[in-house]
């Protein structure tokens, strides 16, 4: 810190150990008493599932995504290579989600309800002429996502960020074409809409000044050393408190607002985060890094239900049967023996 210019700003933030990630894309244009969410990323942290016999480095390196992590050098793994996770256990390898460390965007925008919505437009107009952005939060649980309930706002992106829920590997490359061009169609509505109301532009040197010295403060930006932990998927049985969101106006451009993240609404008491997985030809619960025989069928928070015999029955109303180290867990979420996503 001491080697970083004097007069600029930079931010130390609280830790959030919330398990979910998403990047919420919000627009509305000029003169409307509304806006839209028109996009949401769910950023899937790196990880692997223990087996009981190999170390967190032997399971990255039959990781189809895992074994790139820290080949730059830049971006370590946050756990004990050399330790043995439980079978079933499942380990973080980052305390971020981007994809510069391997994590995994999945395109969630069919997610997005009227309630989520209004709550980032209620956020987004306390902002003085804020009309388009990107919010990415730190969320316990699905569900209360898109009630607009419960998260915590890590960072607001202006004008320039990008619609990375166009970056899930399961588009084709014309939906993800799709999602750019229409977000850029809209930009430019937005644009001409501000210059119509008397908004007058920066010129390209200033605009030019602004991001080279963007990159060299970047360059100079004080380093973190991260000790090895275990990045167990945390709890959700704890009780947060409420709290609301300061936003202190330090001038008309995005990047002078200062962020106080808190989290917007009381959420009630929920059950601690259980998985499910098929170990050995049977079907076990896994919570707190416990592993016990499944006693019941569950029906899991997005609908889907999965019986005691490994049958799946998905909430479209597919079934599917889950083979020796596929696991779900408890928002639904299918992965397989490597531990990656499945759709």
């Given at each position: 810190?001491?080697?970083y210019?004097?007069?600029?700003q930079?931010?130390?933030?609280?830790?959030l150990?919330?398990?979910?990630?998403?990047?919420?894309?919000?627009?509305?244009?000029?003169?409307e008493?509304?806006?839209?969410?028109?996009?949401?990323?769910?950023?899937?942290?790196?990880?692997v599932?223990?087996?009981?016999?190999?170390?967190?480095?032997?399971?990255?390196?039959?990781?189809?995504r895992?074994r790139?992590?820290?080949?730059d050098?830049?971006?370590?793994?946050?756990?004990?290579?050399?330790?043995?996770p439980?079978?079933?256990?499942?380990?973080?390898?980052?305390?971020?989600?981007?994809?510069?460390?391997?994590?995994l965007?999945?395109?969630?925008?069919?997610?997005?309800?009227?309630?989520?919505t209004?709550?980032?437009?209620?956020?987004?107009?306390?902002?003085?002429?804020?009309?388009?952005?990107?919010?990415?939060?730190?969320?316990?649980?699905?569900?209360?996502?898109r009630?607009?309930?419960v998260?915590?706002?890590?960072?607001?992106?202006?004008?320039?960020?990008?619609?990375?829920?166009?970056?899930?590997p399961?588009?084709?490359?014309r939906q993800?074409y799709?999602?750019?061009?229409?977000?850029?169609?809209?930009?430019?509505?937005?644009?001409?809409?501000?210059r119509?109301?008397?908004?007058?532009?920066?010129?390209?040197?200033?605009?030019?000044?602004?991001?080279?010295?963007q990159?060299?403060?970047?360059?100079?930006?004080?380093?973190?050393k991260l000790?090895?932990?275990?990045?167990?998927?945390?709890?959700?049985?704890?009780?947060?408190?409420?709290?609301?969101?300061?936003?202190?106006?330090?001038?008309?451009?995005?990047?002078?607002?200062?962020?106080?993240?808190?989290?917007?609404?009381?959420?009630?008491t929920?059950?601690?985060?259980q998985?499910?997985?098929?170990?050995?030809?049977?079907?076990?619960?896994?919570?707190?890094?416990?592993?016990m025989?499944?006693?019941?069928?569950?029906?899991?928070?997005?609908?889907?239900?999965?019986m005691?015999?490994?049958?799946?029955?998905?909430?479209?109303?597919?079934?599917?049967?889950?083979k020796?180290?596929?696991m779900?867990?408890?928002?639904?979420?299918?992965?397989?023996h490597?531990?990656m996503?499945?759709?």
């Open positions: 810190m001491k080697a210019p004097q007069g600029e930079f931010v130390i933030q609280d830790w150990a919330d398990a979910g990630e998403a990047g919420i894309f919000y627009m509305r244009q000029p003169g008493p509304r806006g839209q969410v028109i996009g949401l990323l769910l950023r899937e942290f790196p990880r599932v223990g087996d009981g016999m190999r170390t967190v480095a032997e399971l990255m390196a039959a990781h189809p895992a790139r992590l820290g080949r050098g830049a971006s370590e793994p946050c756990c004990d290579l050399a330790a043995v439980r079978g079933g256990e499942v380990v973080r390898l980052a305390t971020v989600a981007s994809t510069r460390v391997d994590g965007y999945r395109d969630g925008t069919g997610l997005v309800t009227p309630e989520l209004a709550v980032m437009d209620m956020i987004s107009q306390d902002m003085k002429d804020f009309h388009v952005g990107r919010f990415d939060v730190k969320y316990s649980h699905l569900d209360a996502l009630a607009g309930n998260f915590r706002i890590i960072e607001v992106n202006g004008a320039g960020s990008e619609a990375v829920h166009a970056w899930d399961d588009l084709s490359l993800a799709g999602i750019v061009f229409d977000k850029r169609r809209r930009l430019f509505a937005i644009g001409d809409a501000m119509r109301l008397g908004q007058a532009p920066v010129g390209w040197s200033v605009l030019l000044h602004h991001h080279f010295k990159q060299a403060l970047i360059a100079r930006y004080p380093p973190i000790t090895p932990v275990w990045c167990d998927r945390p709890s959700r049985g704890s009780r947060l408190s409420s709290g609301s969101l300061h936003l202190n106006p330090k001038g008309s451009n995005m990047n002078k607002y200062s962020l106080t993240p808190a989290i917007l609404t009381l959420s009630a929920t059950a601690m985060a998985d499910i997985m098929m170990k050995d030809g049977k079907m076990m619960t896994m919570k707190d890094g416990q592993s025989a499944m006693e019941k069928d569950m029906t899991m928070s997005n609908g889907n239900k999965i005691m015999d490994g049958t799946v029955m998905m909430k479209d109303g597919k079934k599917m049967e889950m020796d180290g596929m779900m867990d408890d928002d639904g979420l299918m992965m397989d490597n531990g996503m499945m759709k």
